[in-house]
């Protein structure tokens, strides 16, 4: 494949470390990118933004609408690393950066691959070596957007309300983006996760769009889990599904078990795309406190977002490098502790960046 898509090989691409393990598997994924674009002969360039707790605790604000809009039109894509901090316990500056942006620039694509690469990364007992995953988790409805309210709040008679909002165009383009993906890509079904025998206004929105939408794409099997029954069969037969469409937060909650079940959050990368315009790539994990700081943190889940990178701005031929890379540093062994190796973030880098060159 060549590198020479329509957007042609130059591309600005704005790096967010973050907070927590953000920053340092960032630094790891920005080091690859430039590496794999100096064997490839792109023109790429990487322009690092302090968006993170630490700017909010300093200035008060976590990102201004000039910056979203910067970060939109100046960018043709950017990496994030992770937000989250124990500091700011209202989350107030994930919900304006992250959030913000899925919303700001309607990102209303949030693509989370979970490919088992190597059978020994699951922790089932007989790993289908097939698995391969393709989550299109709803981006910018459902119960994320923040509508409803508290009434009484701090009294013994709180009441609080949080609405799911579900819209005939959001669901009909995140359920297009399904179906188109898995025509495109050689999968041969497509499963709507819901809980439509519970929540039956949204879920029946969601049954009739995915059945009208379906109708264009007969040779794609297709049906619907409840999404009690999907977190079942995700571990028991995971090889079974290829597609998964979902709203917001079945998706937030079925990605996290499906990256488990194919090697664990520190491999999984996603990306929050509206689909032309604009795209954030960040890794499914979090700020991962718990390991910040130790230099431990698995960086493979910020490579595969450099990878899902380089494949959107259309540099194939780099894009596959990256991920021959992951795969290669796994079964060499060259591995942070999360995959039962005792590398660090940094050796791993490394080690990827050398083999690049070479
Ligand atoms: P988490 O994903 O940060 O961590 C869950 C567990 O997985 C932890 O034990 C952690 O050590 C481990 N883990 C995660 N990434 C790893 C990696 N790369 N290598 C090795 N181990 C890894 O989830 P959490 O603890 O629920 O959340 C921590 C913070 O991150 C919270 O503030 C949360 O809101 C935020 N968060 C942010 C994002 C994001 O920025 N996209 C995503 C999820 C959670
Ligand atoms: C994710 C995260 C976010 C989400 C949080 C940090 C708001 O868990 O990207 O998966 O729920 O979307
Ligand atoms: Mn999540």
Redesign the pocket.
């Known amino acids: 494949m060549s590198d020479r898509g329509s957007r042609g090989r130059q591309a600005r691409i704005a790096v967010i470390g973050?907070d927590g393990?953000g920053p340092e598997?960032t630094a790891v994924a920005a080091d690859v990118l430039a590496a794999a674009a100096h064997r490839h002969g792109l023109d790429l360039t990487l322009d690092r933004w302090d968006l993170s707790a630490d700017r909010y605790l300093r200035d008060g604000v976590a990102i201004t609408d000039a910056e979203r809009d910067r970060l939109v039109r100046d960018y043709d894509a950017a990496l994030l690393g992770?937000?989250?901090d124990p500091r700011v316990p209202d989350?107030a500056h994930?919900r304006d950066i992250?959030l913000g942006l899925r919303f700001h620039a309607d990102l209303y694509v949030n693509f989370r691959p979970c490919k088992l690469l190597i059978p020994a990364l699951s922790p089932l007992r007989d790993p289908d070596p097939t698995t391969d995953i393709v989550f299109f988790r709803e981006n910018t409805e459902g119960l994320y957007t923040g509508l409803g309210g508290r009434f009484k709040a701090g009294t013994t008679e709180e009441v609080a309300v949080q609405e799911s909002l579900n819209t005939y165009r959001g669901v009909e383009r995140i359920v297009r983006a399904a179906f188109e993906h898995a025509a495109a890509t050689g999968r041969g079904r497509v499963t709507l996760v819901d809980k439509a025998n519970a929540l039956v206004h949204e879920g029946a929105l969601w049954r009739r769009v995915f059945a009208e939408v379906g109708a264009a794409f007969p040779d794609t099997a297709q049906d619907a889990m409840y999404v009690d029954a999907m977190a079942m069969d995700l571990v028991r037969r995971p090889q079974r599904y290829e597609v998964v469409v979902t709203s917001n937060l079945f998706g937030d909650i079925l990605s996290d078990l499906g990256a488990q079940v194919t090697g664990g959050?520190?491999l999984a990368p996603s990306g929050n795309i509206n689909p032309g315009v604009w795209a954030l790539f960040?890794?499914v994990?979090?700020?991962?406190?718990?390991?910040a700081g130790q230099g431990i943190?698995?960086p493979l889940?910020a490579v595969g977002c450099v990878a899902l990178t380089l494949g959107y701005l259309e540099m194939d031929a780099a894009a596959a490098d990256v991920e021959e890379c992951i795969v290669a540093s796994i079964r060499e062994r060259v591995s942070?502790p999360?995959l039962g190796g005792s590398a660090t973030t940094r050796e791993v880098g490394e080690w990827m960046t050398a083999r690049l060159r070479d």
Do not use: R
Request: charged share 10%; hydrophobic share 45%.
């Open positions: 973050g393990i598997v992770a937000l989250g989350h994930i992250l959050l520190g960040e890794p994990h979090g700020s991962a406190p718990d390991i943190a698995n889940a942070t999360d």
